[in-house]
Nanobody
Framework: QLDLVQSGGGLVQPGGSLRLSCAAS????????IGWFRQAPGKGRESLMC????????TFVNSVKGRFTVGRDKAKSTVFLQMNNLAPDDTAVYYC??????????????WGQGTQVTVFS
C-alpha cells in the first residue's frame, strides 16, 4: 500500500509558475518510479511525465516539454512537478501516481488525492 499525498497547486496567471509535490505517508519515495498526470475539464486523464527511481525522466506530452520539470527533493523524500510558463490550457486536476518502469500506458494502482491548478487571466 502506497499512500500518496499531494501539495501545491492553486491559481496562477498565464506565464506564472507553480510547484506540486507528491509524498508518501510514512515512507520515502526514493525507490519508486512516480508519474504525474492531469485531467482537464471534459477530457480524459493524460500522462504527463515520469521519474524513475534512478532519476531518469520521461515526458509523454509535447506541450509541456521545456516548461514542466519532474524531479526529486531528496531532503524531503518527495517528488515534485515544477511548472513554468503556465497557460490556460494547463488548467486541470493534477495527480501523482505510482509508475513502475514509466511505461506510457501504465495506469497507477496508487494515486494522490489530486490538486487543482487553474490558470486564468
Amino acid at each position: 500500500q502506497l499512500d500518496l499525498v499531494q501539495s501545491g497547486g492553486g491559481l496562477v496567471q498565464p506565464g506564472g509558475s507553480l510547484r506540486l509535490s507528491c509524498a508518501a505517508s510514512g515512507e520515502s519515495l526514493e525507490h519508486y518510479a512516480i508519474g504525474w498526470f492531469r485531467q482537464a475539464p471534459g477530457k480524459g486523464r493524460e500522462s504527463l511525465m515520469c521519474i524513475l527511481s534512478t532519476g531518469g525522466t520521461i515526458t509523454f506530452v509535447n506541450s509541456v516539454k521545456g516548461r514542466f520539470t519532474v524531479g526529486r527533493d531528496k531532503a524531503k523524500s518527495t517528488v515534485f512537478l515544477q511548472m513554468n510558463n503556465l497557460a490556460p490550457d494547463d488548467t486541470a486536476v493534477y495527480y501523482c501516481g505510482d509508475h513502475p518502469g514509466c511505461y506510457r500506458d501504465y495506469v497507477p494502482v496508487f494515486w494522490g488525492q489530486g490538486t487543482q491548478v487553474t490558470v486564468f487571466s
